[in-house]
DNA sequence: TCTTGCTATGAAATGCGTTTCATAAATTAA
DNA sequence: TTAATTTATGAAACGCATTTCATAGCAAGA
């Protein structure tokens, strides 16, 4: 395979040239950027990105940390990230986590490593003493609330959001309000559970543990949450549910057990996907596709480090 | 920060030695090794990646191209291909093409430019007459038929198992046979189509165009092709559903307009999603995860070309 | 004792493009 | 006309690790 000195040799100019020409830098006279542009169509000349990566130190690759590819969320996310990256000619190189810290890890180390220009962490595992070490060496993107961290961040504040849910559901009447999520840990998590603690005492109810359903991800999902519900002497008289996926598990699998929605129990989802829309599930409206873009935005940003806060819609239909 | 050359000189060392501790070759005495190790640990050594990258003349990162990241199938593909890639210390490069074939064709570019080692295509949208210009840069691994290319693939026959599935539907005593497919074009769906055709032949029925509805990708889509049922004079009696989720928004549908299932009109899902179990439909279970594993290993494989065909099971329920 | 063969090590070549610096020529401004 | 710019070009340094080749020491086998 023809390299840059091959063509310089061939177009009767030197490499640097031949750089130049490749990198369209203006100072090369007519004549001899046609040379060069013949000699690369003559050898098929093929740049060899390796050699420019080393060189320059950067890669145009972003690294996406998700924890699941195959679930709507993060594939709405990973959507928006996926489209941006595109329009400003980044690719992104995905990591697959499965909440174990290490793969989150092996992320960061690509990112020291320069393999990868920035980081953008859908959902976070680590601790922040060891992002934080992995800070100086690119642009590290959030998808929670960082605003005290030395990253940038898209994010949306769950405590008040989950707040607000609860009062519209209390002021529908219901005070047996429980909620499904998707797991304990986690920045988002602990900020609802704040919200959800605070509340309960706000309105005088006692903590249910029972009233709690973690790894509610999915569709699938939904058919756990109503067993257990059927198996309830005082089942809560509303659900609060972080995804519309499980909503809709939910939602389906109380029409087949003939629970009534919302008489018997009232669902309330997240995100706002299309599955809500066509399941009449109300649900608060968040525009994921439109947060990648952000973040994506946010990784490119090397410069300086933002933080914005995505607002949350209700969307009224009919499960609440 | 350091390089492989200043820890040869703080090692009293040379950097062939540096190299061989870095790579774990025998032919190095355990107290320079030490030393080397020790070299690296105060100067806090990180290899540049970029550099080994261009002088191995490989990346360690395969890519990926899917039309949409933001569904089901891909979804569980790419987990497969995700969790494989993790075992053999691959990372992935993922390309969202939303069929625009540019991006497909940037992908192929960035296995020219050893950027990638391999390319996995999960759906094709280039001619083979692109594909096959660049087979020579790198394994191309596609997940369809590709036996007579000079590609690896791991494929189902959609021919049969779509011909099986009509088989089914008549033997259950239906004629009037529609079905639903993603997009027009593409491998798979002409094997569709022609086994399609082959079978109203075979059965003497007449090719109804009212019957086959394109476009149907995800559950949302449900909605439109049961309204459509609605508005035909002489509807289906049995769908075909080449994805899960829009069989499960086509059930939904139906309930909702009262169209009973399967005695007004039989579905049958593909790919066995978690979504068919819990909503009881009958599908063909394709698995994915499965798949995306052996397209990661032939992806991995550059020494040869194979080709898995991987066989479909039917999945009985209560939608047929 | 002499030949093989293995162990251990380093110099130098290799992979390849970008960028800095120096220089020369051609313009433009004063 | 002189000084200051701007244009154009190339040599060489730089980014960094891997790999080939050569060499030397040492052990095992003939």
Redesign the pocket.
């Known amino acids: 395979?023809?390299?840059?000195?091959?063509?310089?040799k061939k177009a009767?100019?030197?490499?640097?040239?031949?750089?130049?020409v490749?990198?369209n830098?203006?100072?090369?006279?007519?004549?001899?950027?046609e040379a060069v542009l013949q000699a690369m169509e003559e050898f098929n000349?093929?740049?060899?990105?390796?050699?420019?990566h080393?060189?320059?130190?950067e890669t145009l690759l972003i690294g996406v940390v998700v924890p699941f590819t195959n679930h709507p969320y993060f594939g709405l996310l990973v959507e928006g990230i996926a489209n941006e990256a595109m329009k400003n000619n980044y690719k992104l190189v995905l990591f697959q986590t499965n909440y174990e810290e290490n793969r989150e890890i092996e992320a960061l180390k690509m990112l020291q490593h320069k393999q990868i220009d920035s980081l953008i962490i859908c959902s976070r595992i680590c601790g922040w003493e060891v992002i934080s070490q992995f800070t100086e060496y690119g642009p590290i993107v959030l998808c929670e609330d960082a605003r005290n961290q030395n990253v940038s961040s898209t994010f949306i504040d769950h405590y008040m959001t989950f707040t607000n849910a609860l009062e519209y559901l209390y002021n529908k009447g219901h005070q047996k309000i429980g909620y499904c999520i998707g797991r304990r840990s986690g920045a988002n998590s602990r900020q609802r559970g704040k919200a959800y603690s605070d509340f309960l005492s706000r309105i005088g109810e006692s903590y249910n543990e029972e009233y709690i359903f973690y790894e509610c991800l999915n569709f699938e999902h939904g058919e756990e949450v109503v067993q257990r519900l059927l198996n309830m002497e005082n089942p809560p008289t509303a659900l609060l549910v972080t995804s519309d996926f499980a909503a809709a598990g939910i939602v389906t699998s109380c029409r087949e057990k003939g629970i009534r929605i919302p008489g018997d129990i009232a669902i309330m989802g997240f995100d706002n996907q299309p599955i809500a829309k066509i399941m009449h599930i109300t649900t608060l409206e968040i525009p994921l596709v439109q947060m990648g873009k952000k973040l994506m935005l946010q990784a490119i940003d090397s410069e300086s480090h933002t933080h914005e806060e995505i607002s949350v819609k209700l969307i009224e239909r009919q499960t609440v």
Do not use: C
Not at 1 to 8: E, R, V
Not at 45 to 52: G, K, L, P, S
Not at 54 to 57: P, Q, R, V, W
């Open positions: 395979m023809a390299n840059i000195k091959d063509i310089a009767g100019v030197s490499v640097t040239t031949v750089s130049r490749l990198n830098h203006p100072y090369v006279r007519e004549d001899k950027r000349y093929q740049r060899n990105i390796n050699a420019v080393l060189s320059k130190g």
